[in-house]
């Protein structure tokens, strides 16, 4: 094993576009997915912004590459069309799916659907089969069923915000033990009205746009997406000749052990969770190029994982940026789109900008990057902090 | 089949009969949920005013780690890098349940924040590091059927390579009336007297 | 006015399980967050909740809560002057 655990393929579906090249010209125009509800039917319709996917469930549906079959929810559609994607682009697609395993993520599941029918349950048949989707091993088994893993291991983690991140470095790992030799991994959230009144009430949503790292940042706003990638083993990249697009080099998961739902005043989980994925990339904070911040704009996160930056990397903070403004936060997929995003940047050698950036926080010097920057990048660093203390933190390296 | 690593300990917690090992640690005054989370928090003598704001899913995880690690402490094996691998099959439904009626009570909406935070199921990871101060990993699997093989296939990689020196694997499961938890506590000093993944699905079962 | 006290109290108590602590063992004036009765963030967020819920008051900045939250006695108080239900 050189560099790490190579990635062959990556898909992704997001408020900014459907596949990978949409989502990078937004990404470089510098435009914003965030805007009204329009899917979701919610009392908080008029009053909250969130990065809604732009197609509905029919639409969705269409785009796969072959019929959907059985009750799929707009989770797993958005889950199919993305892992379809990376399917293809590390030329998998006519593959025998025999030794292909799924380490997906969700925390909504079939949620968007249940929701929809959850007093009618008591009252008629009609919808009945309709809960069996709620599971969130039920999305999982829907995609893996629909892309044809037939006998590949297939699991569900349910981790928060930082459950696709988990899903990468459980693949990676397996990987590396000879567990698997091939595996998507990745998560899926979907907006709905739970999530939507859930957040409301833990009054962190913005009132308006998210401004990361900005002093008056006031909240995030909530976003939908799915994105996977694909992790290959050096045998079955020899064997198949395929071609890495990146290598995922370290990661590293700590609890913050500090509240339910907020973090630590100094970043204590995010601290150890970046020390780990260095210590497993064997790479030291210097030869970090840049970081996809978790960065969710509450006055919370930013403050405590700015602290994180500087515990981890002293007076040397790689430039940081957060891409929450592009895509709001998709909760269990925005491990996976942040990778997809960090890989992208690597490619491209560019720090993607901080939109809605109003002016640095007064706690600290540190200032995200706010425009579009020309840089060749080695080594992004990509953090997910979730709920229930979980953080994660993953190193993917240039190929 | 069993990890390489040896179990220092098991416990369970199912039909009002809290089990140590072999032994029987607490048995509630009747197998009822609120009953038995009551009757276990006081038997072991935990002082966490917390506890009671807990979800359902959390309090079981909670005592169920509490019983396991609190014998650790006792004997002078616990250690500070314990990592918390669990999973289940049901997630947070009971929570998820409650909140959505809160939010979907026609003409009676308000949804509760003390109950949508729980709609988690690693929300109880989150309790029980905080309560043990881990700052360790801690992951949270959603599956068909308790399967301590696949639990291992996480465990014993992170105790191979020094991330953990004990990963403690409980099935922690709650949904409307039927709970069970089952858990073990893996360590890395232990060379592989293990006991069989059978055996530990038998004791889980009866 | 003691009226008013008694019931926020009760409703403190069982709202947000505080499943150790009677009636009596908190003063109206013992303050409800830290030290006192030892309420903590989300508590506070289920008290705004319970404002707009049964005394139709809106509170929008947690801030703004943490001090209307203070004791049992500020927040009668407050309740008495802004509340429409």
Same mark, same amino acid.
């Given at each position: 094993m050189t560099k790490g655990v190579a990635v062959t393929g990556m898909g992704i579906i997001s408020a900014i576009g =459907?596949?990978?090249?949409a989502n990078l010209a937004a990404l470089r125009e510098g435009r914003s997915g965030i805007g009204p509800i329009t899917w979701v039917r919610t009392h908080l319709e008029g009053s909250v912004r969130v990065g809604e996917i732009a197609q509905n469930d029919v639409d969705l549906a269409k785009q796969l590459d072959h019929p959907a079959k059985g009750p799929h929810t707009r989770t797993s559609l958005l889950g199919c069309l993305a892992a379809e994607e990376a399917l293809r682009q590390a030329g998998l697609m006519n593959v025998d799916r025999h030794a292909l395993g799924l380490i997906t993520a969700t925390t909504v599941g079939g949620m968007d659907v249940t929701e929809k029918y959850f007093y009618q349950y008591l009252t008629s048949d009609e919808h009945l089969a309709s809960i069996d989707t709620l599971h969130a091993g039920h999305t999982g088994q829907m995609m893996a069923d629909h892309l044809g893993i037939?006998?590949? +291991?297939?699991t569900t983690i349910s981790t928060a915000c930082s459950s696709a991140s988990n899903a990468i470095m459980l693949g990676a790992r397996m990987i590396k033990a000879g567990m698997l030799d091939r595996v998507l991994v990745g998560g899926v959230d979907c907006l709905s009205k739970f999530t939507l009144n859930g957040f409301n009430t833990l009054m962190i949503l913005s009132a308006s746009q998210n401004r990361p790292f900005s002093d008056d940042r006031d909240g995030l706003n909530l976003g939908e997406a799915a994105a996977y990638l694909v992790l290959e083993s050096d045998a079955s990249v020899k064997a198949r000749k395929a071609t890495p697009i990146a290598y995922v080099a370290g990661y590293g998961n700590a609890n913050d052990a500090h509240h339910q739902t907020a973090s630590s005043e100094n970043g204590d989980g995010a601290t150890a969770a970046m020390l780990e994925a260095l210590r497993t990339a064997g790479l030291s904070p210097s030869e970090i190029d840049h970081i996809n911040a978790h960065g969710t704009a509450t006055p919370n996160n930013d403050l405590s994982e700015g602290r994180a930056f500087m515990r981890v990397f002293g007076e040397h903070v790689p430039p940081f940026t957060s891409t929450k403004p592009y895509t709001g936060h998709t909760l269990a997929a925005a491990g996976a789109v942040e990778a997809v995003f960090s890989i992208l940047a690597m490619q491209h050698g560019m720090v993607f900008p901080t939109l809605n950036f109003s002016g640095g926080m007064s706690e600290f010097d540190l200032r995200p990057t706010t425009k579009l920057t020309d840089m060749p990048l080695s080594s992004?660093?990509?953090?997910?902090?979730? +709920?229930?203390?979980? =953080?994660s933190s993953l190193i993917i390296v240039k190929a | 089949m069993m990890g390489e690593h040896g179990i220092q300990s098991w416990c369970s917690i199912s039909e009002g009969r809290v089990m140590l090992n072999e032994q029987l640690l607490h048995e509630a005054p009747s197998p009822d949920f609120r009953e038995v989370m009551r009757s276990t928090y006081k038997a072991?003598?935990?002082?966490?005013?917390?506890?009671?704001?807990?979800?359902?899913?959390?309090?079981l995880a909670f005592l169920t780690a509490e019983v396991i690690l609190g014998e650790a402490k006792r004997a002078g094996s616990f250690s500070q890098e314990t990592a918390l691998v669990f999973a289940n099959h049901s997630s947070c439904i009971d929570s998820d349940r409650k909140y959505q009626q809160s939010l979907d009570d026609p003409g009676n909406e308000?949804?509760?924040?003390a109950v949508f935070v729980y709609t988690l199921p690693n929300i109880c990871l989150g309790e029980i590091s905080i309560r043990h101060q881990l700052f360790t990993e801690s992951c949270f699997f959603i599956a068909k059927e308790f399967d301590p093989a696949t639990m291992n296939r996480y465990a014993d990689p992170l105790l191979q390579a020094g991330i953990a020196q004990q990963v403690l694997c409980a099935w922690v499961e709650k949904n409307d009336d039927h709970y069970t938890s089952f858990a073990y506590l893996l360590d890395r000093a232990d060379p592989g007297t293990a006991r069989d993944a059978m055996l530990l699905k038998t004791k889980k079962e009866q | 006015m003691s009226d008013l006290k008694q019931e926020l109290k009760n409703k403190i108590i069982s709202q947000l399980n505080l499943e150790d602590v009677a009636i009596e063992d908190f003063e109206d004036s013992t303050p409800l967050f830290g030290e006192g009765v030892g309420l903590d963030s989300i508590d506070a967020l289920e008290l705004i909740v319970m404002m707009d819920k049964d005394y139709g008051i809106r509170l929008t900045d947690p801030k703004e809560g943490r001090k209307v939250f203070e004791s049992v006695d500020v927040m009668a108080a407050y309740i008495e002057e802004h509340r429409t239900k």
């Open positions: =459907c596949g990978v090249p037939v006998d590949g +291991f297939v992004v660093l990509s953090n997910s902090l979730g +709920f229930g203390g979980n =953080c | 072991l003598g935990i002082e966490h005013a917390k506890f009671h704001k807990m979800d359902p899913l959390s309090k308000w949804p509760s924040p | -």
